[in-house]
């Protein structure tokens, strides 16, 4: 079952930065916006939202975190990770 997504945000130039050296594109990101797998608060105000992708070859647990206390709501960071049974909940 798909989570909450999230239709309107921004992505911030910290997160657009750690989308390029981490090599992940604006379609992944909005693939885990729109239909995450799971959502869930991190604090108060910021969520982080997760899907698992296939990427060059491999499956990877891609997390994207949002400030959600404001509108639009913020992109903040994102990241992949090999090790997706540490974050799936």
Known sequence: MKANAIIEYV????????????????????????GPEQRFAVREGRD????????EGRLYLVRVFVDVDRKPAEVITIYRTGRIEKYRR
Do not use: G, K, N, P
Not at 48 to 55: G, I, V, W
């Open 48 to 55: 982080a939202l997760q899907s698992r992708l296939t990427m």
């Open 11 to 34: 992505i911030t130039e910290h997160a657009a930065f750690q989308m390029d050296r981490r090599d992940i594109s604006l379609e992944q990101v909005r693939y885990v916006l729109d």
